[in-house]
């Protein structure tokens, strides 16, 4: 098993430019999250989604979006990126219900300049 | 929602000894207490968990502690080694939140050869 995969590792974007940050999951996980973590900082929680087709607001979900449309991945959207944005996102997942773990994937550094 | 709270934000130990960190938590029905060790530039991963039936639980020279009473949970490692060093956090399920983590904001641990 692969695990949990982000893509890109790192980007670079411009001021008012959009991306999409990908992640994918192939151990039949239900829930699956987008953190984000500023410089010496915690993990704050942008989205998340329990199962495909759905999914809810964390703590700071200005300015992004998701969707799910399958089991496995859970794509993460910057529409008209922002110096704030700037920061090292995670995506994670778990199967709740039956053991709670999150596991989480390398992670993708996002500049925005 | 949850409301988990981390202290100390940074701690420094010599080699060998033992360190420390301590976790409180506001929701009296939350059910599942992970803590996660990231490395500098790395993704957080689980260390040790432990559910609210269960007081401590040991895994060779970490322990976690939890007071469901006084809702507060303590990470300890014995035995400090300079591996050890990175950022630790906490985190809470809270009852009625299937699946989703609250995160503690992190203790930076140096351990001095």
């Known amino acids: 098993n692969a695990g949990v995969t982000q893509t890109p590792k790192f980007r670079i974007l411009k001021i008012g430019q959009s991306m999409t940050l990908q992640c994918a999951q192939d151990?039949?996980?239900?829930?699956m999250y987008w953190y984000r973590q500023d410089p010496g900082m915690g993990l704050k929680l942008i989205y998340y989604s329990v199962g495909a087709g759905i999914t809810d607001k964390g703590e700071v979900p200005n300015g992004y979006n998701v969707s799910r449309s399958t089991t496995e991945d859970f794509p993460l959207r910057l529409e008209l990126a922002a110096p704030s944005q700037t920061s090292v996102y995670f995506c994670?997942?778990?199967?709740?219900?039956?053991?709670?773990?999150?596991?989480f994937g390398p992670g993708t550094r996002l500049t925005v300049l | 929602g949850e409301n988990v709270e981390q202290h100390p934000s940074t701690l420094s130990v010599q080699e060998g000894d033992s360190a420390v960190i301590k976790c409180t938590y506001s929701d009296s029905a939350s059910n599942y207490f992970p803590w996660y060790k990231q490395e500098l530039g790395k993704r957080p991963q689980l260390i040790i968990d432990i559910r609210s039936n269960v007081g401590e639980k040991k895994d060779q020279r970490i322990a976690v502690t939890l007071n469901k009473t006084a809702k507060h949970f303590s990470l300890h490692i014995t035995e400090t080694q300079p591996e050890d060093s990175a950022v630790y956090f906490c985190a809470a399920k809270g009852g009625s939140t299937l699946g989703r983590l609250y995160f503690g904001r992190g203790t930076q641990l140096t351990v001095w050869p």
């Open positions: 994670a997942s778990s199967y709740a219900g039956l053991n709670d773990e999150q596991f």
């Open positions: 151990m039949n996980h239900n829930y």
